[in-house]
């Protein structure tokens, strides 16, 4: 089974076990580590049995993947950041370069949906830069703000950055919903039987993380970029919850309420009634 998933510590963390044969009865797996905006495209071309990507692009992809009920990451508290070299307002952004992680990210999504009210006249360049060069463009003065992921909320202060906005706490303040950030689908002509058979591996592997912590950490260490184990730590806490054993109810509403309003503004194809039910 060919899956791919970002080096990110919750990534690592969640796909440790299922990697590595731990988990009883799980399809074996060829795993590929490639950043998100990679994992969305990969996605869009049909590539890969199974994937770590954003929710954004999920109104492209649905019709050949279907979303797994656990494996992803949501939350509350781990929204992006809109980040500055100097302190600044919202409407100080209009006409303005901006990096950010992928076009389809959930992070993009969710700042649009923000600078639609926050920022007159809109921003100006979008610019697509790997997450982890999106602080040091800001710093550099390569681009005027940079929306950032990941442990960049940990770590931004390292390089003399402002945070001039949280996408996450502008969300949960205006909808009361959980912030979606990274789903796992998987190729719908698997089946009915596979697809269930992926998700309880997932599950399963996301189980024997918690219950074995130290198991994945030098599986984690291996692919965290040199990060400090502490912010690692910190990473894991804040993206590996409840949300990732099973999206729930709860779950499933911030995900249909983030494509809702992102088709009613016209940023996304709208996403029919059924196309987030798992087989």
Known sequence: MQIAYSPCPNDTFVFHAWAHG???????????????????????????????????????VLDEYALLPCGGALGRGCGPLVLTRDALGPADLAGRTVAVPSERS?????????AARAVPGGVGRI?????????PAVRDGVVDAGLVIHEARFTYQRYGLHRLADMGES???????????????????????????LAAAARESVRYAWKNPEASRDYVAEHAQEMDPAVAERHIGLYVNEFTADLGEDGYAAVRGLLDRAAAEGIVPPTAPDALTFP
């Open 127 to 135: 610019v697509v830069l790997p997450f982890h060069d999106i602080m």
């Open 171 to 197: 969300w949960e303040l205006e909808t009361g919903l959980a912030i979606p950030l990274g789903a796992i689908i998987a190729r719908r002509d698997l089946g009915g039987t596979e697809l269930r058979r």
């Open 106 to 114: 959930t992070a993009y999504l969710l700042f649009r949906l923000w």
């Open 22 to 60: 731990l988990v009883p009865d799980a399809p074996p797996i060829e795993v590929t580590f490639a950043d998100i905006d990679i994992t969305n495209a990969m996605a869009e071309r049909g590539e890969f049995d199974v994937l770590k990507v954003s929710y954004a692009v999920l109104p492209w």
